[in-house]
């Protein structure tokens, strides 16, 4: 498998930087996560037109049990956040063996609390359901697929480390190939399990959660050979030490600290968020998760370019070039807003043909596509906030994402939507005003942070 190495892009390479090699390496970085992410999430929207097959009360027992499983992985996503912030620095320094120890020891966290919210997601699958709101008729969907999702949970989060020490490292290409193979093989798996296809038992929604069991079980032996292999400029095998080194975990925590706080509230907000749009019904929620689905493809490509900047902006400050490392910003979030507005037009003229491939209730696929056109006019900010708040944890900086989220996840989305559904009666359309709102606050929040320059002197 081969790998890009971190030289490629040439940071290491230039004494002077200009706006045509900022774009340049922007671009060479930026475009296999973008890939990555878009094609991913184009595996995720077939996946649930899959199980759309079954019925809008599996599309809601799937949909209920996103945001658990995401509160589950809040720690596990702050520890990525402050392992790709940390593995940049030393790479931007030429320290690799210094690299190497501290993605030893984000694994050595991560198998740790995977055995932990393995068992949580297992045991407590039916009160979590039901305390997102579940409808009678969604409880036992949801409760197979989140106990069968539950399978897959540590080797999906070693998947996620080595997934960002790679990038931490300059190398977007590999973990593209192997989350691309990983969702096809979900994808492949889905078709024989949720229907029964080629002499395989017809297991709906539980079949549904075993094929991205095993598509995770998949991604994470790929990834762990993709370190192991010796193509990367990242080198872990098992005959190294997994002793602890408590400074250099103490350096991923402080750094993951605001980015697990900030994923645990922005998780209690869309689990609050969630329950109130469950309340109107598992039809109105149905609509909202196609909606919720799609809205995910537009995260696609701010995400990819949010782990451009993170990696580009870690290394130059390695490199002591605080400099180069607000030109990465801005030339990313530049590119990115781009991709961010021709999405929007899709969304905006094209929602109604995305969501007649979920279900053919003309209701569910209204709402939809009504819901689809308010998001599409916040797409540039959207996508300012994923790019710039990247740009921010690839400094260290992972206090001010915190508090956007706090603010806006918290006081404006889940406030807002109270006010809109429950008293001014405005149902689903209310509930996606409420998020459209949310996204221009926290976009703000983030830009006026990264034109401060104060990041720059962040330790790490």
Request: glycine share 10%; with cysteine; net charge positive.
């Amino acid at each position: 498998m081969a790998v890009t190495q971190p030289q490629a892009v040439g940071l290491e390479q230039r004494e002077e930087l200009t706006i045509q090699d900022a774009r340049h390496d922007v671009l060479h970085l930026a475009w296999p996560a973008v890939v990555e992410q878009l094609l991913v999430q184009v595996f995720s929207m077939v996946d649930m037109i899959m199980v759309g097959g079954v019925g809008p009360a599996a599309i809601a027992a799937v949909g209920l049990t996103t945001q658990p499983i995401f509160l589950a992985m809040a720690a596990f996503m702050a520890l990525n956040v402050g392992t790709t912030a940390l593995v940049a620095r030393f790479i931007g320094a030429g320290e690799i063996a210094e690299a190497n120890t501290a993605a030893r020891q984000s694994l050595l966290i991560i198998a740790a609390l995977g055995v932990v919210a393995t068992a949580t997601l297992y045991f407590y699958a039916e009160p979590i359901v039901l305390f997102m709101g579940a409808e009678p008729d969604a409880v036992g969907y949801a409760v197979d697929y989140l106990r069968t999702i539950a399978y897959g949970f540590i080797p999906q989060t070693i998947g996620m480390c080595v997934t960002a020490m790679l990038r931490g490292a300059g190398d977007t290409r590999t973990p593209m190939r192997y989350n691309l193979i990983s969702n096809g093989v979900n994808v492949v798996a889905n078709y024989l399990l949720i229907n029964g296809h080629f002499g395989f038992p017809r297991l709906e929604v539980y079949g549904a959660g075993l094929a991205t069991s095993f598509g995770r079980l998949v991604g994470m032996f790929m990834a762990l050979y993709a370190i192991s292999n010796g193509k990367s400029v990242l080198r872990i095998s098992l005959k190294d030490k997994f002793a602890p080194r408590f400074d250099l975990i103490n350096r991923i925590v402080k750094v993951g600290a605001p980015a697990m706080l900030e994923q645990v509230i922005m998780r209690f907000g869309m689990i609050s968020y969630t329950r109130v749009v469950s309340g109107l019904g598992t039809m109105v929620y149905a609509a909202h998760q196609i909606g919720m689905n799609i809205m995910g493809l537009s995260f696609s490509p701010g995400m990819g370019f949010g782990m451009a900047a993170t990696s580009l902006v870690g290394r130059s400050l390695g490199r002591k070039r605080p400099d180069w490392a607000e030109t990465y910003g801005w030339e990313t979030r530049r590119v990115g807003n781009m991709v961010a507005a021709f999405m929007g037009v899709i969304f905006f003229f094209g929602g109604g043909l995305l969501a007649s491939m979920y279900t053919d209730d003309p209701l569910v696929i209204k709402s939809a596509a009504d819901v689809l056109k308010i998001i599409a006019l916040v797409q540039t900010l959207q996508s300012t906030q994923f790019i710039l708040a990247g740009a921010l944890r690839g400094a260290g900086d992972t206090r001010w994402p915190l508090i956007s989220t706090l603010v806006g996840v918290v006081f404006v989305r889940v406030s807002l939507a109270k006010l809109f559904v429950n008293v001014l009666g405005w149902a689903l359309m209310g509930a996606w005003l409420a998020t459209a709102i949310d996204q221009a606050t926290r976009s703000a929040f983030i830009y006026f942070r990264y034109k401060s320059g104060h990041w720059k002197a962040t330790k790490v």
